[in-house]
């Protein structure tokens, strides 16, 4: 069992800048973020695995970097050019197996650990 706890969320104005951490309590191959707005379903930001490799979804690209330090068990998300319709219940996910099967991710359900979520607010 792996046990994940995301930090840094909060309230910014539309461009700024926030960064979020995961630290788990445990070693996984694959650690994702994803995020859920209102009324939305939860969707893949970006996944990182242990060799550093790592993929995001189209509308963050060029805008967010993942990082993962090993040695200390936490995943990063750097959010940068924040927008409006990045607001959003961000969560960290883990898995022991690879992010990807056969070339496509794999989905959320498949994420046997999750955390609680940090809050990130982006106002216009």
């Known amino acids: 069992q792996v046990q994940l706890q995301e930090s840094g969320g909060g309230s910014v104005q539309s461009g700024g800048s926030l960064k979020l951490s995961c630290a788990a309590s445990?070693?996984?191959?694959?650690m994702a973020w994803f995020r859920q707005a209102p009324g939305k379903e939860r969707e893949v930001v970006a996944d990182m695995r242990m060799d550093g490799s790592s993929t995001y979804t189209d509308s963050v690209k060029g805008r967010f970097t993942i990082s993962r330090d090993n040695g200390k068990n936490t995943l990063y998300l750097e959010m940068n050019s924040l927008k409006s319709e990045d607001t959003a219940m961000y969560y960290c996910a883990a898995r022991y197996g690879p992010c990807f099967y056969r070339g496509s991710r794999l989905p959320a359900r498949t994420f046997p650990f999750w955390g609680q979520g940090t809050q990130v607010t982006v106002s216009s």
């Open positions: 445990g070693d996984t191959r694959c």
